[in-house]
């Protein structure tokens, strides 16, 4: 029978960072320990989750103080409520030529990602990642993570992330506890990519299953680490005028190495400073342009 009601310690969820007001979430404990309804891990997860469903994306700033910027800014935001124009632009992808086709005005395709979260046997927060298939046409052999473009049967951006992490790794649905979404990045291609945080509660319950034609590998690294300056490099480039950075992250498991860069890099430490709430102690130097109102076909961010 349940005898007490205690609140979350702080030490229990300490390495997530979480408000302080959530660190005094009440949950039910049983009398006796060996049987208490959840366990500090569970703990930590259920305070993440309530912690991340708060979270709010930063609305769209104006890129200049004159009145013709400020116009500009309002069709922008009225474009975006429509979903036409990207509120945030993210990091490139890959390296590949620019190529002009045909103009068109710019509404770029939706696509969405899955950002997803379980405890490490530490402890720590550690993120799933694919690496991709060196068969593929495009961004063959590069660490993404699982998702793709949404289909018109999909009823949101979750929807998306999770069909696509289930046609690519096997990942049920059902196992992922999507708890928010992050503002839209904007690929290398121009492609609207918005990054879904779920949390798997229950890491072997997922028997990852790659599709061989898609995807090489399954792994996972701690979040964390997209936050510090180790194993970390940058290179400056420069779009429309205005320069940014990509950054280049070196990991190796299991004696396999891989680089997380461009996009999947700037997701994940945009990701990881929500959730840890802290900067990265490096330079992010995001992009801060205007998007274009004419784009060609297949332009790209050189």
């Known amino acids: 029978m349940l005898s007490t009601i205690r609140r979350l310690s702080i030490s229990s969820i300490s390495s997530f960072q979480s408000p302080l007001s959530l660190r005094k979430l009440i949950i039910m404990d049983s009398s006796s320990s060996s049987s208490s309804l959840v366990d500090k891990s569970s703990q ?3 305070a993440l989750a309530q912690q991340l469903r708060l979270y709010k994306p930063p609305p769209p700033t104006p890129f200049g ?15 975006e409520r429509v979903g036409k124009v990207v509120s945030q632009l993210g990091f490139q992808e890959s390296v590949t030529p620019d190529a002009v086709v045909q103009k068109e005005r710019f509404k770029p395709k939706r696509a969405a990602v899955l950002i997803c979260l379980f405890e490490g046997v530490d402890g720590e927060l550690r993120v799933i990642l694919t690496k991709r298939s060196s068969k593929l046409s495009t961004h063959s052999g590069e660490v993404a993570l699982p998702g793709g473009k949404a289909e018109e049967g999909d009823a949101s951006d979750a929807d998306t992330a999770t069909r696509e992490a289930k046609e690519e790794i096997g990942l049920d649905p059902s196992l992922v506890n999507v ?4 503002e839209p990045f904007l690929s290398k291609h121009l492609l609207r990519v918005i990054p879904v945080i779920g949390i798997l509660s229950n890491k072997k319950e997922f028997n990852p299953i790659p599709n061989v034609s898609e995807v090489e590998a399954v792994f996972d690294v701690p979040l964390e680490m997209f936050l510090k300056d180790e194993n970390r490099k940058s290179e400056e480039r420069e779009w429309m005028g205005e320069k940014y950075l990509i950054h280049l992250f070196d990991y190796e498991m299991d004696d396999k190495k891989y ?8 997701i994940l430490i945009r990701a990881a400073s929500v959730v840890y709430q802290r ?7 995001n992009p801060k342009f205007k998007l274009p109102k004419v784009v060609y076909k297949n332009t790209t961010m050189s």
Do not use: N, S
């Open 179 to 182: 708890v928010t979404c992050l």
């Open 44 to 46: 930590r997860l259920f």
């Open 279 to 285: 900067p990265p102690a490096f330079l992010e130097q």
């Open 65 to 79: 103080d004159d009145d013709e910027a400020e116009a500009d800014f309002e069709e922008q935001k009225l474009e």
């Open 259 to 266: 680089l997380i860069w461009g996009l999947t890099a700037g």
